[in-house]
């Protein structure tokens, strides 16, 4: 992804950060089909994606692609995106968001994600962006119960 592709990211990231998410989720379903090629990109673009849905089902499907687009990632590939990404600090949060997802709709795959959210944690480092997921996880699972 040249640089102009991922600041174009960024600026509908940052707009659906900002309470725009119809014009984030229109900007980034452009980049969507605009980065058909760029795995990493594509995986960023429907982690986002999902946040910018309403429609319970809407996000499952891009917290889906999102998982699916990771999987078939490397940490060199995210890396190219920014230096600091890697797969291992990723894949709590993709988990958690789909975990979300199943328990929103009812669905009991809801748990066996959200323990999968609670192992990959355990990866993640002792700063503020570990402790932010970890408690998100913990008080996921309590909602699952």
């Known amino acids: 992804m040249s640089d102009s592709s991922f600041s174009q990211v960024q600026a509908a990231i940052a707009a659906l950060h900002a309470g725009d998410r119809p014009g984030a989720r229109a900007r980034l379903t452009e980049l969507w089909h605009e980065l058909a090629d760029d795995g990493a990109a594509r ?44 797969l291992r600090a990723f894949y709590p949060s993709l988990y958690l968001n789909l975990a979300e997802a199943l328990r929103v709709l009812g669905d009991p795959r809801a748990r066996v994600v959200a323990a999968q959210a609670t192992a ?18 913990r008080r996921l699972v309590a909602r699952i119960g």
């Open 120 to 137: 990959a944690a355990e990866a993640l480092p002792e700063d503020d962006y570990g402790h932010f997921i970890r408690a998100a996880i």
């Open 43 to 86: 995986c960023v673009i429907a982690h986002y994606l999902a946040d910018a849905h309403d429609d319970p089902r809407e996000v499952l499907r891009w917290d889906e692609r999102a998982l699916a687009a990771a999987d078939a990632l490397s940490d060199d590939d995210l890396q190219r995106l920014h230096p600091s990404l890697s």
